[in-house]
């Protein structure tokens, strides 16, 4: 079938970004009967989410009981079953792993942060332990004999992000979602209040809905004809750098105040990660390099006689607040955002997408979850007109 042909029918939804987000979106679609089409730039899963760490992690870096917490919590907690259901349909391992992480404690204001982490969540009623620097050490003989204290988060856990892409992709195309990469959208169409669907560089597409999923270039996209609420969302980028052990160098993920070490199922550890403001520059630095391994050799000094394999950096899509921008906007009223996903975007996709496709499907029987977070990520709450 030729482009203008497959492109001239009426699809109930057009997502526009194939990441983490958008693919997981498409999926919960697909498997919910509606036809799907989603519209990637480049490659599905090549941008943000492939340079991500995979960490699982709501409750490590937490400073309070808020709604973003919540969210976090509630997504991982979907996880065991997303995993198992994605392995069911495509014989993809996430390979979701749940021995834990660790939060390690090098100074006197760590060990006081960590202490009201550890008391906050324990009353809150998660599950915190409280280590000493000897405990941590007996757990992982790599961290550092200078860790003073430590937290052992047992249900902050980890996948493979890259795996994870795979497999929302085999399952999304086993639901009938269709996946048009290299087709990058460069306007949405937008009529009265009544999103049409998108201009894009392989023709116009016709969708009921529309679903922004496009990582940091969402506020890119332009509208045509049309008053816009338009979320602001910004590039921030982050550096990762890739050892290779010859032996198993860690089970647990190990994280400080300024940095982390995943260890990998094929040995891999990555070591992350830089938080910086540079537009859309998705180079690898020295001063970065130098920033992510003095942090990842405070918490593990053994790293340093490792073999560095490989190097990356990913921009993160942060929204105004750092929170993510989820659902529809008053003037136009089938468009969705399902953006601004910042430092979590592998852990709150699973969670993301039941919320975008429950608000698509009308449906109710888990309204009351969806509820509760529509207001704290409604794309409202910085709503900006342009004329
Ligand atoms: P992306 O993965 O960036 O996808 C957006 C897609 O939209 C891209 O594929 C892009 O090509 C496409 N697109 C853009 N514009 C257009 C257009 N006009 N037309 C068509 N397509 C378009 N999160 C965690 O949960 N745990 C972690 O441990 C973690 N670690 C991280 C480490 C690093 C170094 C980085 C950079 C990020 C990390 N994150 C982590 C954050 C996570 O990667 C992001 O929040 C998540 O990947 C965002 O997913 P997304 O689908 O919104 O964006
Ligand atoms: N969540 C890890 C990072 O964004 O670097």
Partial sequence: MRNEEVFKSKWDVAVVGGGVIG????????RRGLSVAVLERGHCGR??????AGMLAPQVEAESADAFFHFGCLSRDLYPSFAKELFEETAISIELDETGTLLLAFTEEDEREAEHRRAWQQRAGFEVERLTGAEARALEPNVSPHARAALRF??????????????LIASARRY???LYEH???LALRVEK??????????????AKNLVIASGAWSSRLKVADSFFVAPTIEPV?????????????????????????????????LAGATVERVGFDKSVTEAGKRFVLRNAQEIAPSLRRLPLIDSWAGLRPRGESAWPVLGATS???????????????????????RIIADMITGRTDSSELTDKFVKAFSPERFQMIVA
């Fill in 183 to 185: 087709t990058e959208v």
């Fill in 237 to 269: 980028r982050g550096q990762m750098f890739c050892f290779k052990p010859e032996e198993v160098f860690a089970r647990h993920v190990l994280c400080s105040p300024r940095g982390y070490i995943v260890p990998r199922r094929d040995r891999r550890l």
């Fill in 47 to 52: 941008e943000a989410s492939f340079a991500a």
């Fill in 176 to 178: 009938n979602v269709s």
């Fill in 23 to 30: 693919l997981s979106i498409a999926r919960e679609l697909g």
């Fill in 154 to 167: 047992g249900h902050d856990w980890q996948v493979e992000n890259r795996q994870l892409i795979a497999a």
């Fill in 331 to 353: 003037d136009v009223d089938n468009l969705f955002y399902a953006v601004g996903h910042f430092r979590n975007g592998i852990l709150l996709a699973p969670l993301t997408a």
């Fill in 193 to 206: 209040n009544h999103a049409l669907g998108v201009e894009t560089t392989r023709g116009n597409l016709f």
